[in-house]
């Protein structure tokens, strides 16, 4: 049996579309696999990872709050100095310290941790979620109703971290009125 084999001529017409489709997926393809341009390293801590150092009683540990006095005043993460933005160059901080900056958003303190990333501190970071994020993982945790018996074991855990920082965990459907306050440490 002899196979027939038909010559195809493929002409590929690339359009200014086409072009900007292709580039397009390059540069997304490069995004994917290219390093952060501003760390080398993950430049964040998450609430739960943050509380477990403060339970743990990390040396050299500073937390910068860099939110306003009144913001710091009506609630502030326990052993935090509150400092704004501006008001960092003046800091004196060691080069040894884990140094962890929190805001009401996130992009001041990766602006801060950026900016002390950049004059050698090697063990800088920024609170992810800042202190709503803190407020929402560590402070008051949330079990969900239809939460699986492993997320329930797991809750118990996130009881215990809440309420050494005075939180109030809450099981989904209380509608308990948050306090903020301070037992723990």
């Known amino acids: 049996m002899v196979g027939i084999y038909r010559k195809v ?24 696999i290219a ?12 609430p739960e990872q943050f509380a477990d150092s403060l339970i743990a009683r990390k040396q050299n540990l500073k937390i910068i709050d860099l939110r306003s006095a009144e913001g710091f ?10 400092i ?4 960092l160059g003046s800091v004196s901080l060691s080069k040894n310290d884990m140094i962890v900056f929190y805001s009401g ?30 407020m929402n993982k560590v402070i ?8 699986s018996e492993t997320e329930k074991k797991e809750f118990e855990k996130l009881e215990r971290r809440s309420m050494y920082f005075g939180g109030q965990p809450e099981r989904e ?13």
Do not use: M
């Open 35 to 46: 390093e952060n341009p501003f760390s080398s390293k993950q430049s964040f801590i998450t």
């Open 73 to 82: 005043r009506k609630y502030h993460i326990p052993t935090s100095s509150n």
């Open 84 to 87: 704004n933005l501006p008001g």
């Open 173 to 185: 459907g209380d509608n308990t009125k948050k306090v903020y306050r301070r037992e723990g440490c």
């Open 105 to 134: 958003r996130d992009n001041d303190s990766k602006t801060a941790q950026y900016e002390f990333e950049k004059k050698g501190f090697k063990n800088v970071y920024f609170l992810k979620g800042g202190i709503d994020g803190w």
């Open 9 to 32: 001529d493929f002409k590929l017409k690339l359009t200014s579309n086409k072009v900007f489709a292709i580039i397009a997926i390059l540069l997304a393809a490069f995004a994917l």
């Open 140 to 147: 008051f945790p949330v079990l969900l109703q239809n939460a």
